[in-house]
């Protein structure tokens, strides 16, 4: 069963531990910059709202990649960055239509959320349970889905 | 490690920003934030210094745990000599901003001398820049905000500013981050804005390490596990927030009332935390949003709140329309039961403008309770008010007054003096309710013993946050102490005086101590940096804070003869309540005080207690 | 149902690929002319400096990749496309029969007709075998020529200064990037590329290079460089077409396609950057020649060819560039359109710069420098057309608050 990362605006707190834990597992230092998951901020309508990658079946960042870089999981969909190829030209960064692969200047590779193998960080970092990590099958998940589907350059009605 | 070792000064006068390395000795006594940054102040000004000259330094200081994932680990103080007191100021304030700054590499700021023109501090990662705030000065907090994001196009960075409170030199006025978070006590807006400096703006992508990663999170993780399982971290304070405490202080007949002439609010529960959370009658929506959090921290106390378009402050301001910061139980109090206004909406309107132009809400609201109480005594006159009514308990005057305020103009200015030089210019000191000059929050010394004690003897002037004993008298953490006995209070209170100190020098939040004590927290910063922090050595560390603080203070002309409550809650019996008939019993409990804390029958430290503490 | 491709490179391996994902039995040919595996050409750069070696450019990475997905894997050159008979002639060998055949031959780069370009220590920088040669004399302390700072110019002139050359580059337009970013954005490039010390020279021509003695002479016509030991021509490119004389396929700048990729033979297609094909901003049939777009159309030109009626919306024009730390990014319509509403954020000390292209509240073009977080959000929010509805008007003034207004929209299109 495909697992995803089901996220609640309405029970974060904009607290940040998942920015933190993702970036001490990711790289080894508290450094919310790094973190493959950011938390919004739209405080005149007080709302939190964690966003990052839904690992979207189409795929951007892995059909753009010139080299390979990036692959797909057989079993858990996840979409993956192979760090020892990844040239760094950035095509996937400005390719996903969700900016959810983003560059790293220090590593000079790009960086992108990869469901921590399975046992996602932010999901144990968050006080409010705002990020949950269950099957595909969730509400929210489809309608993000179904929003990638517009950004499909083939007509959505007709893509496989 | 937790340190990035490395301190920022910047000389306004000169114009430059210069980095230095940050004294690892003096990091290994003083462990961080209030106490690192005053060991700083303490070594590099003359306490006697006018607070508004260019000779008063102001340092942004974090702490150890700052930036890192440990529960509330989010803080930063601003550490200066008060403008409103001129006794040592230490304000504490959470948002982002001060992880912020970590991120950027630098563990403090010091500011020194004044700019000759207005200027704000931009600071990306190591790069450090003075630029012109000329087109800045005269905006408020939350329009500078938005101002130096678009010019830096940076919507990720973090701004502390002063607004137009500060820059006019409203005594009280704070440094607001993040819009709705301040270091709001004492008056360090004022000194920003003497300094003519009107903002710093933070953008950090560089990360804070600890010493023992394993040890490290093992510590924070079972430190959340406590406040998540705790009832007050747990659950009251992000269901309600600290207003939980309205009705239960006002039960416990220590909520001052109308310039501490009572101590019960009649309407406590219209503008508690029950009140906000219910529909409103008018549009059958609650003032209350949601919740926040700041950085790092696993309670999520804060309010976002959104007044009823339709209410008579916000009638075609559209621009208060959204959501924003919400009140907090001492705002709340200041702005309603020391005025004696009932009205919530209208409260929060005062609060916004609070963060907005940044001012403090207790000083403010208590020091607009002591001009009503001039008013009532017909000391002060229509002529005078700019022929307003200052009347208890009238929200048109309280919206009204806070807007004035925020731009210092008419009566707003004389407010903006703070209550202790307002009633002395109108010849009734007695009727302002402050301790060194700084205005009392929210609770009533009569009906809470240890806060009598705990206000005269503050190093910052009257604070409810330098030894929290409401935790103890009313809440019974850690344990219960019968709030209207003075029997014990004076070891409570210096207990709780270092161990507070302790905290926030840690760069955590006072509200964990709901939840934790010493023992919770020494592991968290042992393993997050150098040194060996065990609760022994962290208290000591909190004590030997405590004596350099009240060394400066004495250096600065204070001496036993401030540690005095007014007249009024040592004369004036309480009314109503578990209270009634009671005075302070502040003369019982300091000379113990000061014996326990061994210092001398003045209130000196004695050579003893100064060379055991190293100071 | 017998599939040929012609071309190796990205379109060609991704309609390889999805051919056989939609229909596992198809017999399916790639045909590529290199003498390699299919690589990467944008993987070139890299492979100058030494990130990677050449397996590093090779578009697929598993071995026995074209093996497992029964694709045919054939190394020749194509002669000649005969759609009569159904056919294709390779230069070699008998000729090869189709069902439905892709052109994804991609394009070849220009060399402009001035004097001395055909001299040995000229070199496009366009193959694996041009890296190689560019590579060898692209020594620290050499002075190279870069002529043309386009978007391609731009990516080669990283990788010779990271190489250590001492580098001029010679740009006949007035700024950089001129077919990517505008005059504010081309200039801070220049300046960035300066103050790193590269030689940058705009509104300049080459006008001709001869043999001298210290190296080759390369004559402007204003100013005067050193010699070099080495000049790289990145002066565009043209789609590979010359094969198709005669063929009755129809080709402008490239191959023409509508909007199913397909030609006008039935059952032949053409992708990336031979195909002349829709632009989704404009309409209009062009030749987009950057990666993303070869590997839409090689995606969607093989859902077509497989029976899968699938309609090409347009492509989205769309670069991102690192110049020496300097990260840039352009979308779309960023030079905006007629009617089209601007909004602009420019600090020229930080280099940073962002400009938003609004058509009514929908985004139809970007362009940044020195932003590099979520650019991503910019394609989206232009490709699917999304109403920013109240956003519009705050970006009109805040644009650097574009992630934000993507996702304030995106969660309430989704709730
Ligand atoms: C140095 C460099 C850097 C680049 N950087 C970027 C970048 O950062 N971002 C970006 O978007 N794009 C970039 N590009 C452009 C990008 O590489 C091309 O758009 C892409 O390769 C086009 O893919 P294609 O499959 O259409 O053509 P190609 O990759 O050119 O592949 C076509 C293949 O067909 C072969 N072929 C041609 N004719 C025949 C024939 N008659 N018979 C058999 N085979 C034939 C060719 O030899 C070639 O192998 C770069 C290009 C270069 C040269
Ligand atoms: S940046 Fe790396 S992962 Fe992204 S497209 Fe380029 S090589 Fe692939």
Redesign the pocket.
């Known amino acids: 069963m495909q697992k995803t990362l089901v996220i609640d605006p309405g029970k974060c707190t904009g607290c940040k531990q998942c920015e933190l834990a993702c970036s001490y597992v990711k790289e080894g230092s508290f450094n919310p910059s790094k973190s493959r998951i950011r938390v919004f901020d739209f405080h005149t309508e007080g709302r939190f709202v964690p966003y990052t990658c839904t690992q979207c079946d189409e795929a951007w960042c892995q059909q753009a990649c010139p080299v390979d870089a990036i692959t797909t999981d057989p079993v858990s969909g996840v979409k993956q960055v192979h760090e020892n190829l990844c040239v760094g030209?950035k095509?996937c960064t400005i390719a996903c239509p969700f900016g959810t692969i983003n560059y790293n200047v220090a590593s000079g590779k790009v960086v992108k959320c990869d469901h921590c193998g399975g046992d996602p960080e932010c999901v144990k970092a968050c006080p409010t349970q705002a990020i949950l990590y269950s099957d595909v099958e969730q509400a929210g998940y489809d309608k993000m889905q179904q929003w990638a589907g517009k950004t499909d350059n083939a007509a959505p009605a007709n893509s496989a | 490690m937790a340190w990035t070792r490395k301190i920022l000064r910047v000389n306004l006068t000169e114009g430059t920003c210069v980095s230095e390395p940050l004294n690892m000795d003096w990091a290994l006594k003083y462990l961080g934030q209030r106490g690192l940054g005053t060991k700083y102040l303490m070594e590099e000004i003359d306490p006697k210094v006018d607070p508004l000259s260019p000779d008063n330094k102001m340092i942004f200081a974090t702490g150890p745990l700052t930036g890192t994932c440990a529960s509330t680990a989010g803080r930063y103080s601003v550490i200066t000599k008060g403008a409103l007191t001129g006794a040592i100021a230490c304000s504490n304030s959470g948002g982002y901003f001060g992880a912020e700054l970590k991120f950027a590499g630098w563990d403090m700021i010091i500011f020194e001398g004044k700019s000759e023109k207005p200027v704000y501090l931009c600071i990306i990662d190591d790069k450090a820049e003075l630029l012109s705030a000329e087109g800045l000065w005269g905006k408020s907090v939350w329009d500078t905000d938005a101002a130096i994001k678009a010019t830096h196009q940076e919507p990720m960075m973090h701004i502390a500013a002063i607004g137009v409170a500060g820059e006019k030199g409203n005594m009280y006025a704070c440094i607001v981050n993040d819009l709705h978070r301040a270091a709001g006590r004492s008056g360090v807006g004022a000194v920003m804005g003497s300094k003519n400096l009107k903002a710093v703006a933070v953008r950090g992508t560089g990360g804070v390490s600890v010493e023992d990663f394993g040890a490290f999170m093992k510590s924070t993780e079972a430190g959340k596990k406590a406040l998540a399982e705790n009832a007050v971290t747990g659950e009251g304070l992000p269901a309600y927030g600290t207003q939980v405490l309205m009705n239960v202080i006002n039960e416990s007949g220590a909520l001052p009332t109308r310039n501490f002439r009572d101590v019960q609010f009649e309407s406590a529960n219209d503008i508690s935390a029950e009140a906000m959370a219910e529909p409103r009658r008018s549009d059958g929506k609650p003032n209350l949003l949601t919740n926040q959090a700041c950085f790092s921290c696993t309670i999520a106390c804060g309010r976002i709140s959104q007044i009823d378009k339709d209410h008579f402050s916000v009638v075609n301001k559209p621009e208060y329309w959204g959501a924003e910061g919400g009140l907090e139980y001492e705002a709340a109090w200041a702005l309603g039961a020391a005025t004696g206004v009932k009205d919530l909406e209208a409260l929060t309107y005062a609060n916004y403008i609070c963060n907005e132009q940044g001012y403090d809400p207790i000083s403010f609201g208590s020091t607009l309770a002591a001009a009503m109480d001039m008013y009532e005594e017909g000391v002060l006159t229509k002529k005078d008010t700019g022929g307003v009514e200052l009347k208890f308990g009238s929200a048109e005057m309280l919206t009204k007054m806070a807007d004035l305020t925020g731009t210092m103009e008419g009566f707003g200015e004389q407010l903006g003096l703070g209550s202790k030089r307002l009633c002395e210019k109108y010849g009734r000191p007695e009727l302002s309710m402050t301790v060194k000059g700084q205005e009392f929050p929210a609770y009533d010394p009569r009906g809470i013993q240890g806060m009598g004690l705990t206000y005269a003897t503050s190093n910052r002037g009257a604070c409810h946050l330098r030894s929290y004993t409401v935790s103890s008298e009313i809440l019974g953490i850690p344990e219960k102490t019968d709030p209207l006995s003075t029997d014990g209070k004076a070891g409570l209170v210096k207990a709780f005086q270092d161990a507070t100190a302790a905290v926030d020098s840690a760069g955590l939040c006072i509200f964990t101590t709901f939840a934790w004590t010493l023992e919770d927290i020494a592991p968290q910063v042992d393993a997050a940096c150098e040194g060996n922090w065990t609760p022994d050595t962290l208290m000591e560390a909190g004590e030997r804070i405590w004596n350099m603080e009240r060394n400066f203070n004495l250096a600065a002309g204070f001496s036993g003869k401030d540690d005095e409550l007014p007249k009024r809650l040592m004369k004036d019996a309480a009314k109503t309540g578990p209270a009634k008939g009671m005075v302070s019993g502040l003369d019982k409990m300091l000379p113990e005080y000061y014996e326990v804390r061994g210092w001398n029958t003045k209130g000196v430290p004695t050579e003893e207690t100064l060379s055991r503490l190293g100071v | 149902m017998k599939h040929v491709i012609?071309?190796?490179?990205?379109?060609?391996v991704v309609a390889a690929e999805t051919l056989r994902r939609h229909n596992a039995k198809c017999s399916i040919t790639l045909?590529?002319?290199?003498g390699k595996p299919p690589y990467?050409?944008?993987a070139?750069?890299y492979l100058l400096i030494d990130r990677i070696a050449e397996p590093g450019t090779y578009l697929r990475q598993s071995p026995g990749h074209y093996d497992d997905l029964k694709i045919e894997y054939v190394q020749?050159?194509?002669a000649a496309v005969d759609p009569d008979k159904k056919t294709i002639t390779l230069d070699e060998g008998a000729p090869l029969a189709y069902d439905r055949l892709l052109l994804?031959?991609?394009?070849h780069p220009i060399k402009p007709p001035i004097k001395g370009l055909d001299l040995p220590g000229v070199h496009t920088?366009?193959t694996l075998d041009d890296a190689d040669e560019i590579g060898a004399l692209a020594k620290s302390g050499a002075h190279v020529v870069l002529m043309g700072a386009g978007f391609?110019g731009s990516?080669?002139l990283e990788a010779l200064v990271l190489k250590g050359v001492t580098l001029s580059v010679v740009e006949m337009e007035d700024r950089m990037v001129p077919r990517m970013m505008d005059e504010v954005a081309g200039n801070m490039l220049k300046s960035w590329c300066t103050s790193k010390g590269v030689n940058i020279l705009t509104g300049t021509k080459i006008t001709e290079i001869s043999q001298g003695d210290d190296g080759l002479n390369v004559t402007l016509d204003k100013g005067n460089i050193p010699a070099a030991q080495l000049v790289v021509v990145a002066a565009g490119v043209r789609s590979?077409i010359d094969?198709l004389k005669g063929s009755g396929v129809e080709t402008k700048e490239g191959v023409m396609v509508d909007d199913h990729l397909q030609t006008n033979i039935e059952g032949i297609y053409a992708?990336?950057?031979?195909a002349q094909a829709k632009d989704l901003s404009t309409g209009d049939f062009n030749v987009l020649?950057?990666?993303?777009t070869?590997v839409e159309h090689g995606r969607i030109a093989a859902m077509n060819m497989g029976g899968l009626d699938t309609p090409h919306r347009g492509s989205l024009s769309m670069?991102v560039l690192d110049t020496l730390g300097l990260i840039s990014s352009s979308f779309g319509q960023w030079m905006g359109e007629k009617g089209s509403d601007s909004a602009t954020m420019v600090d020229k000390t930080n280099y940073r710069y962002l400009r938003l292209e609004f058509q009514g509240d929908c985004l139809i073009g970007a362009q940044s420098v020195g932003l590099s977080e979520h650019i991503g959000m910019l394609r989206g929010l232009i490709q699917s057309g999304t109403h920013l509805g109240n956003w519009k008007q705050i970006l009109m003034t805040s644009p650097h608050r574009i992630s934000e207004a993507y996702v304030s929209t995106l969660h309430k299109n989704a709730s």
């Open positions: 030209c095509v | 012609i071309g190796a490179g990205p379109a060609g045909i590529g002319n290199e990467s050409r944008m070139l750069p020749a050159n194509v994804a031959t991609g394009a920088c366009w391609i990516i080669i590979n094969f992708a990336g950057d031979v020649a950057i990666q993303p070869a670069n």
